[in-house]
């Protein structure tokens, strides 16, 4: 849910004053809860006049992000406005364009970017081919390729095509992790005990403090640095570009965008994007998504006359015209002296492989009993602490000690109800524990997660093939005639199946290639074509 809201300038400079006024400690609230920084920084607006959007999640969390709207002037080299190269009623580009000042608001929520479409009034995602186009859409507007000038627009407005994870610097890892509640809660605790003359208990809780958040720190940058090397593998390579007058280039991927036709010309080679095939054929390796390295034959987009959208129009099949970011190209075909081409569907974190890290740097919150109960026994600890204060000031007053002594003595019953070391030891715990299960070969990507694995009683998978084995035999077959069954023919040693409309189907009735002169694809279609007994011959034509 997006809610818009306009800053006001003298609200910032009070804000401004009560950030020094109060050492910080408001700076810090406003960062753990975004709503209450909106609402005092911002008034309300529509969307559309927004330069600030409040987000709210649709879960039963219902967290609150805060997103700054930026502004956006596509250009181009030459003299041409934004508004004659891109004049598509279709495109997203002509609908988000505001006119006459030729500028596009946009928001990026978690790696993603959104543009403000002016005619549906909503924040719509960029950096993807229009849903809206059929068959014959796709192969009319794109299948010849962009210009150089659609090119530029397409690429400053969408972005560079990189799945790119920056490795967080230790500083910004340190100030995160020391604004987390508990350890502020910890640092207020200590300050009181040092007041009060408690120097080796204030010194062991500081070096628990320390230690835990070093490992911690260690965690995460090495988190980082393993998760930036993962994204940035074929995030640069050299491909084939058809430009609309008929030119090949060869470009980098970075500077691919959604439209542009790439041509597969060599095999071995890693898709730097989501791509929609629209002719030849290709031979891909999904193991990179899928788990299961079998090769899936894709086939190209057929160009059907239509204003239906080409995934409707496809259906539940719509997968084998597309060829992921991140899968290998094993064989390229062209139909005679044809290119094999593809236009390009999706770039950066949009893609298929996009989606997968973003699943890694944003893991979703668990809502679970086991923390509503923390939070209902930490509000039953901070009313008794709220008791104690009470007491402890009627008595203090009442025996007439001095008032410096009753105060610190007060904010001291505070520090005493909840554990200092307490979050020092759950994350050190947490550590370790995670340190065990890496030795194993299991990798945690949020450690909180790790008590609750703890409570499971039952883990389930949803293939057996991925955790067993991936072969197959075939034991036998069952032909039928009319409307009953025949005898089973078991493939025993040297009992061919003799001829017939049941062996034809087999042998022919399947998506098997050669590829490097063994024939590969699915198990049950290799198994099933080698008990047939035939071979798979390969004719070479000038």
Same mark, same amino acid.
């Given at each position: 849910?997006?809610?818009?809201?306009?800053?006001?300038?003298?609200?910032?400079?009070?804000?401004?004053?009560?950030?020094?006024?109060?050492?910080?400690?408001?700076?810090?609230?406003?960062?753990?809860?975004?709503?209450?920084?909106?609402?005092?920084?911002?008034v309300?607006?529509?969307l559309?006049?927004?330069?600030?959007?409040l987000?709210?999640?649709?879960?039963?969390l219902?967290k609150?992000?805060?997103?700054?709207?930026? #502004? /956006?002037?596509?250009y =181009?080299? @030459? $003299?041409?406005?934004?508004?004659?190269? +891109?004049d598509?009623?279709?495109? !997203?580009?002509?609908?988000?364009?505001?006119?006459?000042?030729?500028?596009?608001?946009?928001?990026?929520?978690?790696k993603?970017?959104?543009?403000?479409?002016?005619?549906d009034?909503?924040?719509?995602?960029?950096g993807v081919?229009?849903?809206e186009?059929?068959?014959?859409d796709?192969?009319?507007?794109f299948?010849?390729?962009?210009?150089?000038?659609?090119? #530029? /627009?397409?690429?400053? =407005?969408? @972005? $560079?095509n990189?799945?790119?994870?920056? +490795?967080?610097?230790?500083?910004? !890892?340190?100030?995160?992790?020391?604004?987390?509640?508990?350890?502020?809660?910890q640092?207020?605790?200590?300050?009181?005990?040092?007041?009060?003359?408690y120097?080796?208990y204030?010194?062991?809780?500081?070096?628990?403090?320390?230690?835990?958040?070093?490992?911690?720190?260690?965690?995460?940058?090495?988190?980082?640095?393993?998760?930036?090397?993962?994204?940035?593998?074929?995030?640069?390579?050299?491909?084939?570009v058809?430009?609309?007058?008929?030119?090949?280039?060869e470009?980098?991927?970075?500077?691919l965008?959604?439209?542009?036709v790439?041509?597969?010309?060599?095999?071995?080679?890693f898709?730097?994007?989501?791509?929609?095939?629209?002719?030849?054929?290709?031979t891909?390796?999904?193991?990179?998504?899928?788990?299961?390295?079998?090769?899936?034959?894709?086939?190209?987009l057929?160009?059907?006359?239509?204003s239906?959208?080409?995934?409707?129009?496809?259906?539940?099949?719509?997968?084998?015209?597309?060829?992921?970011?991140?899968?290998?190209?094993?064989?390229a075909?062209?139909?005679?002296?044809g290119?094999?081409?593809?236009?390009?569907?999706?770039?950066?974190f949009?893609?298929?492989?996009?989606?997968?890290?973003r699943?890694?740097l944003?893991?979703?919150?668990?809502?679970?009993?086991?923390?509503?109960?923390?939070?209902?026994?930490?509000?039953?600890l901070?009313?008794?602490?709220?008791?104690?204060?009470?007491?402890?000031?009627?008595?203090?007053?009442?025996?007439?000690?001095?008032?410096?002594?009753?105060?610190?003595?007060c904010?001291?019953?505070?520090?005493?109800?909840?554990?200092?070391?307490?979050?020092?030891s759950?994350?050190?715990?947490?550590?370790?524990?995670?340190?065990?299960?890496?030795?194993k070969?299991?990798?945690?990507?949020?450690?909180?997660?790790?008590?609750?694995a703890?409570?499971?009683?039952?883990?389930?998978?949803?293939?057996?093939?991925?955790?067993?084995?991936d072969?197959?035999?075939?034991?036998?077959?069952?032909?039928s005639?009319?409307?009953?069954?025949?005898?089973?023919?078991?493939?025993?040693?040297?009992?061919?199946l003799?001829?017939?409309?049941?062996?034809?189907?087999?042998?022919?009735?399947?998506?098997?290639?050669?590829?490097?002169?063994?024939?590969?694809?699915?198990?049950?279609?290799?198994?099933?074509?080698?008990?047939?007994?035939?071979?798979?011959?390969?004719?070479?034509?000038?």
């Amino acid at each position: 849910e997006l809610f818009g809201y306009r800053t006001v300038r003298l609200r910032q400079v009070l804000c401004t004053i009560g950030y020094i006024f109060s050492l910080g400690i408001l700076r810090c609230l406003f960062y753990w809860k975004p709503l209450l920084d909106v609402w005092c920084h911002c008034v309300p607006c529509s969307l559309e006049d927004a330069d600030v959007i409040l987000l709210r999640t649709t879960d039963e969390l219902r967290k609150y992000s805060k997103k700054k709207v930026f #502004e /956006i002037h596509p250009y =181009i080299s @030459g $003299l041409q406005s934004c508004q004659q190269i +891109i004049d598509d009623n279709i495109s !997203l580009i002509n609908k988000s364009l505001k006119k006459p000042e030729g500028k596009i608001r946009y928001i990026t929520v978690q790696k993603i970017r959104f543009v403000w479409n002016m005619l549906d009034g909503k924040f719509q995602k960029i950096g993807v081919l229009e849903e809206e186009l059929s068959c014959s859409d796709v192969h009319t507007h794109f299948g010849a390729g962009l210009t150089a000038e659609e090119q #530029e /627009i397409r690429q400053h =407005i969408c @972005g $560079l095509n990189t799945i790119e994870v920056k +490795i967080k610097p230790i500083c910004v !890892l340190f100030f995160k992790e020391i604004f987390n509640p508990f350890y502020a809660f910890q640092a207020y605790a200590i300050s009181l005990w040092m007041a009060n003359g408690y120097f080796d208990y204030s010194v062991a809780i500081l070096t628990i403090s320390i230690l835990s958040i070093t490992a911690t720190l260690y965690s995460l940058r090495k988190q980082s640095v393993k998760l930036h090397k993962m994204s940035v593998s074929y995030n640069s390579i050299l491909v084939k570009v058809l430009r609309k007058n008929g030119e090949l280039k060869e470009v980098e991927s970075v500077s691919l965008v959604p439209g542009d036709v790439i041509v597969l010309e060599r095999n071995k080679l890693f898709l730097p994007c989501d791509a929609l095939l629209i002719s030849g054929r290709c031979t891909i390796n999904e193991g990179m998504l899928t788990g299961e390295s079998i090769p899936v034959a894709k086939i190209p987009l057929p160009c059907t006359e239509g204003s239906i959208p080409w995934k409707i129009q496809s259906g539940v099949d719509n997968k084998k015209h597309i060829l992921f970011c991140g899968t290998e190209v094993i064989q390229a075909k062209a139909h005679g002296q044809g290119l094999v081409k593809a236009v390009v569907l999706q770039t950066g974190f949009n893609t298929a492989k996009g989606d997968l890290v973003r699943t890694i740097l944003y893991n979703k919150p668990v809502n679970i009993s086991l923390h509503k109960q923390g939070l209902w026994f930490f509000l039953v600890l901070v009313i008794i602490a709220l008791c104690t204060v009470v007491y402890t000031a009627v008595i203090f007053t009442k025996d007439e000690v001095a008032v410096e002594q009753t105060v610190l003595r007060c904010f001291q019953m505070l520090s005493i109800v909840i554990n200092a070391s307490l979050p020092a030891s759950l994350t050190l715990s947490l550590v370790y524990a995670q340190t065990r299960l890496k030795k194993k070969g299991i990798f945690c990507l949020s450690t909180q997660r790790i008590n609750l694995a703890g409570q499971l009683n039952l883990v389930c998978f949803d293939k057996t093939g991925t955790l067993t084995e991936d072969t197959l035999d075939l034991h036998g077959v069952v032909s039928s005639d009319g409307n009953s069954f025949q005898d089973i023919h078991y493939f025993t040693t040297g009992n061919v199946l003799p001829w017939g409309p049941l062996l034809a189907a087999m042998a022919s009735c399947h998506s098997l290639i050669m590829l490097d002169g063994k024939i590969c694809g699915d198990p049950l279609e290799l198994k099933m074509f080698e008990g047939t007994g035939w071979v798979i011959m390969i004719t070479l034509q000038k």
